[in-house]
């Protein structure tokens, strides 16, 4: 019996050490499918990321940083990936040029549009979102309707919203509305406030690009008739409600809150080709991207906004 008893035990020993074995198996094997779901999660986002950058590489965008400028006309130019051609910076700027000159001379129409900006609000109507604004406001637009003749005007205006919608879209942000000769625009903070707010400023730095090495050159051909273009910009953001006005579809849909009422504000108050950001945006920007801006010194008589989370005037920051 005790013979038995022994045998039984080790029988019972031997099955806990074949199950103790085929378990470790078991999470060897679930763990060597994680690394490589891991390994191909990683490898489908780097092809996401390098399908996004030669996108916004192509028709619209540029970068505004010089030092990526120069790499990118040293690198890029003339090279082909996945059969897609990625154009030198000095490509994308001509064909920007060539746009405006065909506009000016030949009577090219833009396929400007808010559709992309409004799709996106018709999910949110009625809801809360919190965004990061943007107002771009051309300088001396009152001077230039007053002593330009209105066809120019508007070729003007035209060139001007849709240069920069392309560059809005091209840093993953939304055009709202065009208001007279200011074009509006949000980017979703999701839940990375910091990069929302960096590529917002990036993208306000691209649009005084486009403004002073792209329209500029080709109206300064023709000095007589059209003057040099500039470019105020404002950015904050909070919280902004999504409103629609109507009941179906195709009604307009708008953005209040108070962000937009600062944004507006402060790009009243803002140079011409400077970037002016509240608070709100400014503590997240980046140190470097900081150090660009010095406090607005402005009076109080042109200035009542208040910090809605210490009550105290609120702090707008601009280009240096």
């Known amino acids: 019996m005790k013979k038995d008893k022994n045998n039984d035990n080790e029988n019972e020993n031997d099955e806990i050490d074949t199950s103790n074995n085929l378990k470790r198996k078991g999470e060897k094997i679930h763990q060597e499918e ?4 891991t390994e191909n999660n990683n490898q489908e986002g780097e092809n996401d990321i390098k399908e996004k950058i ?23 130019k003339g090279s082909s990936t996945e059969n897609k051609t990625i154009y030198d910076l000095q490509t994308l700027l001509s064909q920007r ?16 549009s808010i559709k992309r900006g409004q799709d996106f ?55 709202l509305k065009y ?8 980017f979703p903070s999701g839940f990375n406030k910091y990069l ?20 500029n050159p080709i109206l300064e051909k023709d000095k007589d008739n059209y003057p040099k273009l500039q470019v105020k910009i404002g950015i904050d953001e909070g919280e902004n409600l999504v409103i629609q006005y109507g009941y179906d579809k195709s009604a307009p849909i708008d953005l209040i809150g108070y962000p937009m009422n600062v944004a507006a504000k402060m790009t009243s108050l803002t140079g011409p080709n400077k970037i002016t950001v509240g608070n709100n945006v400014f503590k997240l920007l980046h140190p470097r991207l900081q150090s660009e801006f010095q406090k ?9 906004y208040i910090d809605l989370e210490n009550n105290s005037p609120y702090k707008v920051y601009t280009t240096n």
């Open 34 to 37: 994680r690394s490589i779901d």
């Open 54 to 76: 030669i996108n916004r590489m192509i028709d619209t965008n540029y970068n505004t940083s010089n030092k990526t400028d120069q790499y990118t006309k040293d690198n890029t």
């Open 97 to 112: 040029q060539d746009r405006l000159t065909s506009l000016l001379y030949e009577r090219y129409q833009y396929n400007t």
């Open 121 to 175: 609000l018709l999910n949110h109507v009625d809801s809360k979102l919190s965004l990061v604004v943007m107002y771009a406001d051309l300088v001396g637009s009152t001077k230039m309707s007053m002593t330009l003749p209105v066809e120019r005007m508007g070729k003007i205006i035209k060139a001007y919203s849709h240069e920069l919608s392309s560059v809005v879209e091209s840093y993953d942000g939304f055009v």
């Open 179 to 186: 208001v007279g000769d200011a074009v509006i625009a949000f």
């Open 196 to 215: 929302s707010c960096d590529k917002a400023f990036q993208c306000a730095t691209s649009m005084i690009n486009v403004i002073v090495n792209g329209i």
């Open 296 to 304: 607005m010194q402005i009076k109080e008589s042109e200035w009542k």
